[in-house]
Structure formats: C-alpha cells, structure tokens
C-alpha cells in the first residue's frame, strides 16, 4: 500500500468537503429575494453561473427567463434560464456576444421588475464588451500582458472594468429602473462584491487613472486607443453615490472562509487539530509556498503555534509571474515551490487546487504533495528546482502522477491549500 494514500485521501476528503460548502445548489436558495410585482429575468457571468441559475430555477416562486455566461465546459442543464459558454482567461467573440444580449434583455424595464444577477469569478473574461473606441483584441492583449505580469486580480479587473461597456456598474444602468440584486460567489481576497467579474452591476469607487496607473505600474505599453478611452470623462464608470444604483443590493453567497471552515471541519472529524491561516491570501506563489513551508517546519519541530497531528489550511488568490515555458497554474508552482522548499521533510503532505477544478489553462485542479515527491521525480530523472525555473508545477506532478483532476466544480472561491503534519509517532 502506498504509504501516501492514507494521508493523501484526507487532504482529497477536506477538499471536496471544502467544494460541498460552497455550492451553489447548497447554498443560493436561502438568499433568494421575495418575486416583484413584475417581471424577473435572470442574468449572470462566471464560472459558477450555470450552477446559480439551475439553483434559481428548482427554488424561483413565479415565472422567470434569463440567460447566463459560463467558461467552456462548465455549463448545466436549465429550463429556464439560457446558458451560453465563452472563453477564458482570454475574451472571445462569444464573450462580446454574451454581453451584447445580456444588455438587449434588460433594456425597457420598468420599476417593478426585478434583475436577479449571479456572478462569479471568471465573469470579467466571460462578459467582455470593450468601450467604444477600441477592439476585442485590444482587450485580449491586455489581458494577455497583465496575467503574465503577476499583477493580482484585484489590479486585473480594474483595468478591466476601465475598458469596458457594461463592467463597472454599467450592466446596472442599463437595467434601471428595474431593482436589481446581486448574488455573488465570491472568487476575491476580502471578498469585495465589486470585484468580482469587475462588477457589472456594483460600482467601486476607482477611476480610470487608476488603471492606467496600473498599466504604468507593470510596464505596459498603453496604445493610443485605449488611452484615448481611459482618458474620456464621458466613457466614465458611474460613481458609488449614482442616484439610478439606488435600491439595489449585493450579496455574498459563498467564500473561500466558507470552504475553509467545512475543510477544518472535516479535519477535526479525522482527528488533525485545524488551522486556518487566512482566506484572503496573496502573493507569488513560490513566495507563499516558502512562508507555508515555515510554518511547518515550525509544527513539526516546536509544536507552534499548534502540534502535530495538525492541518493548515489556506485560501485567497496566489499569482505567478511567468519567465518560464512550461506548464502550470498557480496551484501547481505553490507545490512545486513547497516541495522544494521542504526537501522531503518527513511526515509532511499537502494538496492544492483551484476550487474551480481548473488551475490556470490546464486540465488539472491542482495537485497532491507526499515526502517522498522528490525522491520520486529524481528516480525518474526529474529535475524539481530547473522545472520551477521554467514555471513547469504541472510537467513536476504529471510526471508522478499526483495531479488532482476534477474537471468543471461549476462553483469558485479560488485557491484551496492544505497541508497535512502527521504526530512524529506515525514517521
């Protein structure tokens, strides 16, 4: 028996402990608003969207219609509510369709209808409408240079929201004077409903200096078209205290502390003390991996701040800023980096995925990590530290066979990581 697999079905259990926690089908109907006087239509974005509307439509009272946005393969089956895919990271022609429609099926409504909107992360790519003046491969390209710069989302969305023609509030507007409310599946660090998807129905408070100070910030090259835009005051996102937002509200359904509170709840079961270090985390990858690695080290040699059997528990949004050519998401350069920084301490595992299913582009949640990762992957003339060069966690894991593959969750609260420290009498 591999000596892992106790270990490692844990770590698994915690993480689909943690993906029950948050799902919509578990977790929207509770929040779901009393149905208006007039008409409700349902609209969404995200990679949990599908998920929300087959939630709206087994607990909606009443008559509903509406259409959502989801990544490619993470759609469901609906009745109701229209589910159509797009690309991401990257924007497609179907993410500017999607928000072309979306607009048109909220135009004309009057105050006693309700929009019910359901957003999740991924929805910043997923409904992409650039703002007059500049092109969807503007946008591509954009978002192309800032995913590659290490910038963390937050900054991401914000020049995202910048650009853009319904983000940013404006997807609001254009429901007005129709009370709309927000349902929120959070993805973000602090978990900000504005932030999520950049926020087409919840203002923020930033300005377009904002994102080109961004822009200046990771050295991007700023074309003259988007800098036109960015320089517009008529192209401007609408304020926080916009009379025509009056009346609408947001709500957070679901958080990465929600996951990580089930995880150490399934812990505690299995008899491993919990820690949760935070739900809000940031950071290169690599960096975090060496402060968790830290941490570990510290269990196991003084017993602070907890003693072994224990788990510590992470969540938040890593980012990597890439100079190499391999394969991976942040999840699996995290473990990499923490293999690394461990060299094999006994006694010590750790999984981390993407509550997604989806780390970065790859086909994998993320990946497994036992104390003997390294002795296995130099066995098979694997080279850990020259693949953390080259930004190759997923080449490191496939190559060993312990990448964690979900597929689609159609839920997200971003990164899940845990690592296991077992009692020094089970080394």
């Known amino acids: ?17 943690a993906l029950a926690a948050v799902d919509p089908l578990a977790v929207l109907a509770r929040h779901l608003p009393e149905p208006p006087k007039g008409r409700t239509i349902v609209i969404g974005a995200g990679k949990a969207a599908a998920r929300m509307a087959q939630a709206v439509e087994q607990h ?3 008559e509903i219609n509406g259409l959502v946005v989801t990544r490619y393969g993470h759609g469901a089956p609906t009745r109701q509510i229209e589910v159509i895919e797009a690309g991401h990271p990257v924007p497609d022609q179907a993410s500017t369709t999607a928000a072309q429609r979306m607009l048109a099926l909220v135009r004309g409504l009057n105050e006693d209808d309700l929009v019910l909107c359901l957003m999740s992360g991924g929805g910043s790519a997923l409904l992409s409408l650039p703002a007059p003046g500049i092109t969807l491969d503007d946008k591509r390209e954009l978002t192309r240079r800032l995913l590659a710069s290490g910038a963390p989302i937050g900054e991401i969305n914000c020049v995202r929201r910048h650009l853009s023609a319904i983000k940013g509030a404006r997807l609001a507007l254009a429901c ?7 349902l929120v599946v959070s993805d973000v660090p602090g978990d900000d409903p504005a932030v999520v998807a950049s ?23 700023v074309p003259p078209a988007v800098r036109a835009v960015l320089e ?14 009056r009346g609408n509200r947001a709500v957070v359904i679901a958080s990465a502390q929600q996951a990580l509170d089930a995880a150490a709840e399934a812990a505690r079961t299995a008899g491993y003390t919990p820690l949760i270090l935070s739900g809000c985390m940031e950071g290169e990858a690599r960096e975090v991996a060496i402060v968790h690695a830290g941490i570990a080290r510290q269990v196991a040699g003084y017993g602070q701040p907890l003693a072994a059997p224990c788990v510590i528990l992470s969540g938040g949004e890593t980012t990597v800023t890439v100079r190499g050519q ?32 989806i780390d970065g582009t790859e086909n994998n949640a993320g990946a497994l990590l036992a104390p003997d990762s390294l002795a296995r992957a130099a066995l098979a003339g694997v080279d850990a530290a020259a693949l953390l060069v080259d930004n190759d966690g997923y080449g490191f894991f496939d190559a060993l ?27």
């Not at 028996?1 to 106790?6: D, G, L």
């Not at 991976?328 to 995290?334: I, K, L, P, S």
């Not at 923490?338 to 006994?346: D, E, Q, W």
């Open 232 to 245: 517009d005051a008529t192209l401007a996102a609408p304020a926080l205290d916009d009379a025509r937002l």
């Open 199 to 221: 926020g087409p129905t919840i203002p923020d408070g930033s300005c377009a200096a904002d994102a080109l100070a961004l822009l200046a910030k990771y050295g991007i090259a």
């Open 326 to 357: 391999g394969r991976g998401g942040r999840n699996a350069e995290f473990l990499l980096a923490l293999a690394v920084a461990l060299k094999g301490m006994a006694g010590v595992h750790a999984i981390a995925c993407d509550t997604d299913g």
């Open 60 to 62: 909606w009272q009443g």
């Open 176 to 182: 007005h004077p129709a009370r709309v409310i927000t």
């Open 401 to 427: 066979g312990d990448l964690v593959v979900t597929g689609p969750t159609r839920t997200n609260v971003n990164d899940f990581r845990a690592i296991l420290v077992e009692a020094p009498a089970h080394r």
């Open 1 to 17: 028996m591999n000596p892992a697999s106790a270990p490692h079905a844990l770590l698994m259990h915690m993480f689909h402990s």
